[in-house]
Structure formats: structure tokens, C-alpha cells
């Protein structure tokens, strides 16, 4: 098993340690969720990504759900006042 030395700034260490405290679990524990929810992001994104470029090989098109499709339609984005 690894072992890794990390070095917070004082706002960072506070923000670990409230975490810690919030959910009821160790620094440790709480920093190992963190990495895994960002690898988590990561592959989830990665998949989009593939989706998406197979998807655009085929006769449609996808978009990003943003206003680009909205100008890509050369419809006007609705926004909250």
C-alpha cells in the first residue's frame, strides 16, 4: 500500500477537516472518497465523450445541452430574470 505526504494550506486543511467532521469520517477516508469521485467524473466523461464521437459518425448530430444548441437551431436561449 502507497503512502502519500500532502501539505495543506491552512483554508485547506479547515475544509478537510470539516468534512471529516461532517461526514463523520477521518481525513483519510475523506480524501480517498474525493480522489475516487473525481475518477469517477473522469470515466463518466470519457464515455460521453465516446458516445458522442460515435454517435456524430452517424447521420444525426448530437449538440451539448447548452446554449449552443439553441444558437445551432437559431433559437433564443431563455433566461431567468
Do not use: C, Q
Request: charged letters at 40%; zero cysteines; proline letters at 4%.
Amino acid at each position: 500500500m502507497g503512502l502519500v505526504s500532502i501539505r495543506f494550506t491552512e483554508s485547506e486543511e479547515l475544509i478537510v477537516n470539516k468534512l471529516s467532521k461532517y461526514y463523520n469520517e477521518d481525513r483519510s477516508k475523506i480524501l480517498k472518497r474525493s480522489i475516487i469521485e473525481l475518477y469517477e467524473d473522469l470515466v463518466d466523461k470519457m464515455e460521453v465523450e465516446a458516445f458522442v464521437k460515435r454517435e456524430n459518425t452517424k447521420k444525426g448530430k448530437l449538440y451539448p445541452a447548452d446554449d449552443d444548441v439553441l444558437k445551432e437551431l437559431d433559437l433564443v436561449p431563455i433566461h431567468p430574470v
